[in-house]
């Protein structure tokens, strides 16, 4: 349990979170250390539940009374006690609660733990989009009403999250709308045409939205790095980037650009588990396996980038990516925020969680100081 997704209360072990659950409200846990064992227990939700901190802290006193009791019984046999009405009903409710919890996991021995606690994770965190996604599906009915064209760039290092941001973007969304596009290796005719032709090739009509998995901005970082274009043509690029996007936005094109900002720890993690892992070796290229050595090339380039093509018509959301839901989160709030659209659900929350949505200001600052480029 992260107690930091959790506030304190007026009551000593009781905690409200942070997160406001669709249809549920807050949810209220106790969590306290007795004879050297940790409890932690989920006592309800506002919402649902109808709960507020005095009557939180009611069944937190419930349970810490049961622990008591059942501890009591441990330590004594229960042929030398008598059990009250009232212990005896505690008991039939933890049985009862227990065999509903059996009921869901079926034969949860069977499993692995940390994959039936991710399967977990993932189902609520998939409850927690949907209603984000819901208004995904809106917003595109808007553009395709309105005529309206957008254009999404997912940019950041290998085994950023990108890929899986996208998935959860265009989940629910009509395919007849939106293309996902990842270019590969240029050709021979398309090395000699201008730089940004080959993508404009694949921008949206009146109503489409395209999400560009990775986009001209290998320009900016894999080619320099990688030596996949001369420094002259890394230099036109980045002095001629600004005004393309800008005369972009001025032809009415809504563009967003994101950049999912993995730390270096957390991407070898994710490059040893596609090693490990079967069904993610395929992810495995040449090129992850190098990016690990050029961490720092890349950052250089990455500081360079933000720097210089961060603009008030295009600017750039970094997005903190080591959490990948709440990454994927943050782009859904930003993409929903860079549209007007009716009927927008206003009890949702589109304010940016500033630990994950970072200003590109923000994120020069910090790779300065700890020297991370």
């Given amino acids: 349990m992260n107690l930091k997704q959790f506030d304190k209360t007026a009551f000593t072990g009781l905690f409200i979170s942070t997160q406001e659950f669709k249809n549920y409200g807050k949810k209220f846990i106790t969590r306290f250390q007795k004879n050297g064992k940790r409890y932690v227990k989920v006592l309800g939700y506002t919402k649902k539940d109808n709960l507020d901190e005095n009557k939180a802290n009611k069944l937190m006193l419930e349970y810490r009374s049961l622990i008591d009791t059942n501890n009591k019984l441990k330590k004594e046999p229960i042929t030398n006690k008598k059990i009250s009405n009232e212990e005896s009903l505690k008991i039939k409710e933890i049985l009862k609660e227990c065999e509903y919890i059996k009921s869901i996991l079926g034969e949860y021995q069977k499993y692995d733990i940390d994959g039936l606690k991710e399967t977990i994770t993932g189902y609520y965190e998939a409850e927690e989009m949907k209603p984000y996604q819901i208004e995904l599906i809106k917003m595109q009915n808007y553009l395709e009403e309105t005529n309206k064209k957008m254009i999404i760039l997912f940019e950041g290092r290998d085994a950023s999250g990108k890929g899986g941001a996208i998935r959860r973007i265009t989940r629910y969304m009509n395919n007849k709308h939106y293309r996902v596009v990842a270019l590969g290796k240029p050709t021979e005719t398309q090395r000699s045409q201008w730089f940004f032709q080959r993508y404009i090739e694949h921008f949206p009509t009146g109503g489409e939205v395209i999400l560009f998995d990775r986009s001209w ?3 900016a970082m894999v080619e320099p790095v990688f030596g996949f274009c001369t420094e002259e043509e890394h230099q036109i690029f980045m002095e001629d980037v600004v005004n393309f996007e800008h005369d972009l936005v001025r032809q009415n094109i809504i563009l967003i650009k994101l ?9 070898l993690r994710r490059f040893e588990r596609r090693m490990t892992d079967p069904l993610r070796q395929w992810k495995l290229s040449e090129v992850d396996l190098q990016a690990q050595d050029l961490w720092d090339d890349f950052g250089e380039k990455k500081y360079e980038m933000l720097r210089r093509t961060n603009s008030n018509s295009a600017p750039w959301y970094v ?4 959490i990948k839901h709440k990454a994927r989160l943050e782009a859904i709030k930003v993409i929903l925020n860079s ?3 009716p009927n927008k659900n206003q009890s949702l929350d589109y304010m940016p969680d500033e630990e994950i949505n970072i200003s590109v200001q923000k994120e020069l600052a910090r790779m300065r100081k700890q020297k991370d480029y």
């Fill in 217 to 219: 901005y290998n320009r």
């Fill in 259 to 267: 950049y999912f900002s993995v730390s270096k720890s957390e991407q």
């Fill in 319 to 322: 997005l903190r990516s080591d």
């Fill in 339 to 341: 549209v007007d659209y």
